[in-house]
């Protein structure tokens, strides 16, 4: 199942104070989520829900058409979510193409947020540092930090706990130059059936995963 997720930790430095800066919202932000953030009770939170949600949308869309390009301020969110933001955070809402659902979870520190085009997935947050475990040398290769690979161990935990994978691994194949989605696979054999989201900010790392058709 394409699916994406996304989390943003609230007490990074530049998460804060981010309403009032005119250049970054206007670049990221359609003229309606602007409207939203301006009216809405809690401009702060609204904005980093709004974010959370275009990332989580694109992951999950560039699942289904590879050669797209990411542009901020065109995922937006649906006209009847920002209604709804400008009075209180929601619980849920669907992106503007109706074939896509968000989920946020969020509390002070931290915003989670996923895309899924079926059921709501299994996801997980933890703080980096917390995660143990080993990858094999091909999961290696797409590892760029320390919260990239923690992240990475983190999924194979939920595909442990809530997929029966004895072996999970998490790796991302390279087509020319740059790597392709992570994909999951048990024991170096493919599991396309199961859909996989990684995320990481700050002090913070998010994993997502579901089986196809759930």
């Known amino acids: 199942m394409p699916l994406g997720n996304d989390i943003v930790d609230l007490q990074e ?5 981010k309403t009032r800066d005119a250049r970054f919202l206007a670049r990221v932000f359609s003229p309606a989520e602007q409207t939203c953030l301006r009216e809405a009770q809690d401009p702060a939170l ?5 974010w ?10 560039k699942k289904l058409e590879p050669a797209l390009v990411f542009s901020h301020a065109a995922f937006s969110v649906s006209a009847q979510a920002l209604q709804t933001m400008r009075k ?3 619980t849920g ?3 503007e193409q109706a074939d896509i659902s968000i989920q946020w979870a969020w509390n002070a520190d931290y915003i989670h947020c996923v895309a899924f085009t079926s059921q709501p997935p299994i996801s997980r947050v933890s703080i980096v540092g917390e995660t143990r475990g080993t990858l094999n040398p091909q999961e290696e290769e797409s590892v760029h930090s320390q919260e990239s690979r923690e992240v990475r161990l983190l999924a194979k935990q939920l595909l442990r706990d809530h997929h029966s994978l004895l072996q999970p691994e998490i790796v991302r194949t390279k087509e020319g130059s740059r790597f392709l989605p992570p994909e999951a696979r048990e024991a170096g ?3 396309p059936e199961l859909g996989i989201s990684l995320s990481h900010d700050g002090r913070y790392i998010a994993a997502a995963v579901s089986r196809l058709g759930r």
């Open 13 to 17: 430095a530049r998460t804060l104070e």
């Open 46 to 50: 609204t904005l980093w829900l709004l």
């Open 52 to 61: 959370s949600a275009k990332e989580s949308l694109f992951k999950c869309r």
């Open 88 to 90: 209180a955070p929601p």
């Open 93 to 95: 809402a669907l992106h």
């Open 189 to 191: 054999q493919a599991r």
